[in-house]
């Protein structure tokens, strides 16, 4: 997967130091202001286009929100150096060329729907071949 597709980690990033503004009822332009940095790096952090922020960068951003009990500040910088560390797909980003395999390697469980008997990828010729005349 190529370095600059966001993976879920940095999503979860996201969505969560925005939620953190939001609880803080702080906008935009008053973090600007508060961390002397633009608005759209603050935005691109929010949105995860900003590729990779920094611990230093999540750890300010949550002394601005205030963000005070050190279980949610710790989770959310850890999930920050999670969200900084490519998955095991990214050596094969000309195989793996959407996010598919982000989404899986996250997943806690898959499901799967099959009109056969026998899951597609436990199929085997044989069982193809015989299915079909049935």
């Given at each position: ?5 966001r993976s879920i980690r940095?999503?979860?990033?996201s969505?969560?130091?925005k939620?953190?503004r939001?609880?803080a009822?702080?906008t935009i ?7 002397e940095w ?12 900003r590729l ?8 300010g951003?949550l002394?601005v929100y205030?963000?005070t009990?050190e ?6 910088l850890?999930l ?5 560390e490519l998955g095991?797909?990214?050596k094969?980003s000309?195989?793996f ?15 799967t729907?099959e ?6 990828l436990?199929?085997?010729p044989r069982y ?6 049935s």
């Open positions: 997967m190529a370095d600059n597709r940095r999503r979860r990033l969505v969560e130091i939620k953190a939001v609880e009822g702080k332009e008053e973090v600007s202001e508060a961390t633009s608005m759209g790096k603050i935005s691109n952090i929010e949105t995860g286009v990779k922020p920094t611990v230093m960068e999540i750890r951003l002394d205030g963000v009990d279980r949610r500040r710790e989770a959310i850890n920050t150096r999670q969200a900084r095991w797909w990214s094969f000309d195989v060329t959407d996010d598919f395999v982000a989404f899986e390697g996250e997943a806690h469980s898959i499901r729907y009109l056969a008997r026998i899951p597609g436990l199929q085997t193809v071949v015989t299915v079909q005349v």
